[in-house]
């Protein structure tokens, strides 16, 4: 089955650490994102790619890394810059970007928690 | 600026009551709307989406949606809730720059 795939699905990190969370994808979508949602926040967009080797920075980007290497592949690393890490992290795809079509698949979603 | 806002934070309704949620925008042209819907600890599945003609929508799950352009309203509703529908509900609309602009959700408790 087509989907997206997250992992991994809960992450511990100590202070100071960098972490890389993974995002695979078999759609054969061209864009892909990364969201963070905190409670009562909603989704923050941090970064959004529309082809391999290309990508933008979303509204909350400090702190965080991406590279799009792959059509398929699209990993976020939360490095030791990030101030508050701790957060519920979502990848998606869309065939185009997602303000034109809407329909946005989404992972599960990947649980950092700071220690 | 773009904006959406859903006034409801948090909604309980009874295992059959009809349901309806807010969700109100601001956006210079014509705009692209959708719902969202998120279970606990999940991703989010899309409802549905308006973009241009009829204003009543039909999605997923026995839901619709009426775009009423005069109030800047896009308001998902179910006639008859079921426990599976507790969820977390989030309405977006397509901007100029063509990312989503997402509201911050609405809660939605179904007591049995």
């Known amino acids: 089955d087509g989907g997206i795939t997250q992992s991994p699905k809960y992450l511990f990190r100590k202070e100071g650490q960098n972490v890389t969370l993974s995002c695979e994808q078999n759609?054969?979508?061209?864009?892909m994102y990364w969201y963070r949602q905190d409670p009562g926040q909603g989704l923050r967009l941090i970064y959004y790619?529309?082809?391999?080797?290309?990508?933008q920075k979303g509204d909350i980007a400090e702190g965080y890394s991406v590279s799009r290497e792959k059509k398929e592949s699209f990993p976020l690393t939360v490095t030791s810059a990030q101030k508050n890490p701790t957060a519920f992290y979502l990848c998606?795809?869309?065939?185009?970007?997602?303000?034109?079509?809407?329909?946005?698949?989404f992972g599960e979603g990947s649980r950092l928690t700071v220690l | 600026a773009q904006s959406v806002t859903q006034p409801d934070i948090h909604i309980t309704v009874s295992e059959g009551a009809s349901l309806e949620l807010r969700c109100n925008y601001s956006?210079?042209?014509?705009?692209?709307l959708f719902w969202y819907v998120q279970s606990p600890g999940q991703g989010l599945q899309l409802l549905l989406k308006?973009?241009?003609?009829d204003t009543l929508v039909q999605g997923i799950k026995g839901f619709e949606a009426e775009f009423k352009r005069s109030q800047s309203s896009f308001n998902l509703r179910k006639p008859s809730v079921h426990w599976s529908d507790a969820a977390e509900y989030f309405c977006?609309?397509?901007?100029?720059?063509?990312?989503?602009?997402w509201g911050l959700g609405t809660s939605l408790a179904v007591n049995p």
């Open positions: 998606a795809s869309s065939i185009g970007l997602a303000g034109a079509t809407g329909e946005l698949f």
């Open positions: 759609l054969n979508h061209d864009a």
């Open positions: 790619s529309q082809i391999v080797n290309d990508f």
């Open positions: 956006y210079g042209a014509t705009p692209y």
């Open positions: 308006y973009f241009s003609g």
């Open positions: 977006a609309v397509g901007g100029n720059n063509r990312k989503l602009i």
